[in-house]
Each structure stands twice: as structure tokens, then as C-alpha cells.
């Protein structure tokens, strides 16, 4: 009995051992926020984008935030930081080196069309998929040009891709629409806030058109100047956050770009307006709007 007494309390003290060495599973901490930009370089912006991807680096980023570029350059316009000229994805990692890209290559994906659907729809789905996080910011980086027309006869859209082989060489507002959506139903996940750094964006029509796609449209109804949003004001103020609502981020970016603007850049004044839209809010919007629409019509008819 006793052999089985202290065979026992072996297998118990063995057991415990076990235990007590055996190390917990650790939790993965999911970023509050992938910073995304579809930084479309491929025309005579191309500098600004090299200016606008060194200003990302002096952040970086960080256990809160992903930054994540997709950047495409043109072969003419500027020759610095090697003259690729192909369409690369980075995540951005933090560099004092102001004119120097230095951040993590992920992937080089050759010449692609940055005003073709399939290419943001894709782009958001990879970065949704391999970085996962809380909350998508999602900037469209280019010139704008407004909504209409819903086809490529003339230039009105975002992201001009001069290189392109399409017709209008555009997203318009329907196609973003269309990759938005597509890109919702394979993630799951809607975008939180759409930043248009680009000119005249920020139109009902482009709201309405967008309104099942984020939280809030950010963006300028008239002109945005070349160096577009100071992005080293904005991650700035994104790391040092503990409010990620989408109306906070949304004013955040409002703000900022109010102060960037606020001063000369460049020894010049820029005359800038800014502004956040709850595109849930659209809904309503458009029933007053008629309603006023209507009354003004009456109006008119009757005098």
C-alpha cells in the first residue's frame, strides 16, 4: 500500500510540475486603427507623394496604429529615391530622414492601375486581411475632379493614372463605390472614415453616392492645395489618442488640416475649406433636401 501511497503523490507532484512550468497563451492585441492610402503618384503629383510618405515616416507606425501606402509613381516627374516607377506597397515605419523612403517594402507588384477598381478593391482587402485592426482609415491620394459623369468619356473622378491605358485613365465616383462594397462583402468590416485628399470630393452627390460605405466622408468641396494633408500633424495626433470613434477621427483630421493651412507652406497663403459629413446621415439629408428643392420649384413657378 505504501508503494502505491508514494507512486501516487509522485504522479500528483509530477503533474503539478507540469503545471506550473507550462507558460499561458498570450493575447494577440489587434491595433486600434490600419491607416490606409491609395497614394496614386502616377502623374505630376508624384513629388508630393515622396513629400507626403516621408511626412508618414516621422511617425511611424505603432502598436496602435498600421500604416500602410500603396504608391504609385510615374516615371518623369521626379528621379529621387531610386526613380521606380513601378506600384509598391509599404508599411510605414518610423525615419528622421526627411527626403529618404526607408520604410518596409512589402510587396512590389510592377506597373498596376491605380484607376482601376479591382486595384483599391484589392488593396483594401490585403491590408484588412494581413494587418487586422479595430477600424480602417481609407485615403484617396490623386487629383479630384467631382461626380458625374458615371462613365470614362470625360475627366471628372479621382486618382488619374497617367500611365494608364483606360480611356479617362479615372476612378469615378461609382467604381470607388463598387470597390468599397466588394471589398465590405469579402472583409466584413466597412470603412470607418474616407479621407479624400484630393480637389472637390466633398460634394452631396459623391456623400449620397458613398453613404453605405464609412462612417464620415472627409474632404474639401473646392480645391485642396498640392501638398494635400499634413500626415505627420494627423498620425501625430492618432497615436496620441484614446478616442477612436469614427466622429473623433473625423474632426481630428478636420482639424489638422485647419492648422496645416493655418500658416504659409511654402511661404504661400492657401485658401482652403474642409469638412467631415456621418454619411448615415445622408438618408435624411436627401428628404429635406428634396423637400426644399420642391418648395424653391413652386416658388419659382408661381412668380
Known amino acids: 500500500m505504501k508503494n502505491i501511497f ?3 503523490i509522485l504522479v500528483l507532484i509530477i503533474l503539478l510540475s507540469g503545471c506550473s512550468n507550462s507558460k499561458p497563451e498570450t493575447t494577440r492585441i489587434i491595433p486600434e486603427i490600419n491607416f490606409l492610402v491609395y497614394l496614386d503618384g502616377d502623374n505630376d503629383l508624384e513629388e508630393y ?3 507626403d510618405v516621408n511626412e508618414m515616416e516621422l511617425i511611424g507606425s505603432s502598436a496602435k496604429i ?3 501606402v500603396l504608391f504609385d509613381r510615374h516615371p518623369d516627374f521626379t528621379t529621387s529615391n531610386g526613380n521606380w516607377s513601378s506600384t ?3 508599411k510605414i515605419t518610423r525615419d528622421r530622414h526627411p527626403h529618404t523612403i ?5 510587396k512590389d507588384y510592377g506597373e498596376l492601375d491605380m484607376d482601376d477598381p479591382t486595384t483599391l478593391k484589392n488593396f483594401v482587402v490585403y491590408c484588412t486581411q494581413n494587418f487586422p485592426a479595430q477600424r ?3 485615403t484617396l491620394w490623386n487629383h479630384g475632379a467631382g461626380v458625374y459623369p458615371r462613365n470614362k468619356k470625360i475627366s471628372k473622378g479621382i486618382c488619374f493614372d497617367d500611365t494608364s491605358p483606360n480611356t479617362l485613365n479615372a476612378l469615378t465616383t461609382a467604381e470607388v463605390r463598387t470597390a468599397l462594397a466588394e471589398a465590405r462583402e469579402i472583409t466584413g468590416q466597412k470603412i470607418a472614415v474616407l479621407n479624400m485628399d484630393a480637389c472637390s470630393m466633398q460634394l452631396a452627390e459623391i456623400a449620397w453616392e458613398w453613404r453605405e460605405e464609412a462612417d464620415f466622408l472627409v474632404g474639401s468641396t473646392a480645391g485642396v492645395p498640392d501638398p494635400g494633408n499634413n500626415y505627420t500633424l494627423v498620425l501625430h495626433r492618432l497615436t496620441r489618442s484614446n478616442n ?3 466622429a473623433v477621427i473625423a474632426a481630428g483630421l478636420v482639424t489638422d488640416f485647419n492648422i496645416c493651412y493655418s500658416q504659409p507652406v511654402n511661404n504661400f497663403y492657401y485658401q482652403t475649406t474642409y469638412s467631415a459629413v456621418a454619411l448615415p446621415e445622408m438618408e435624411s439629408f436627401l428628404t429635406v433636401f428634396n423637400e426644399l428643392a420642391t418648395q424653391l420649384h413652386n416658388y419659382s413657378a408661381k412668380n
Request: hydrophobic residues 50%; charged residues 5%.
Open 6 to 8: 508514494f507512486a501516487t
Open 49 to 51: 507623394g515622396i513629400w
Open 66 to 68: 498600421n500604416i500602410l
Open 88 to 90: 509598391r506597397l509599404y
Open 102 to 106: 526607408n520604410s518596409q517594402l512589402l
Open 136 to 138: 480602417t482609415i481609407l
Open 244 to 246: 477612436f470613434s469614427s
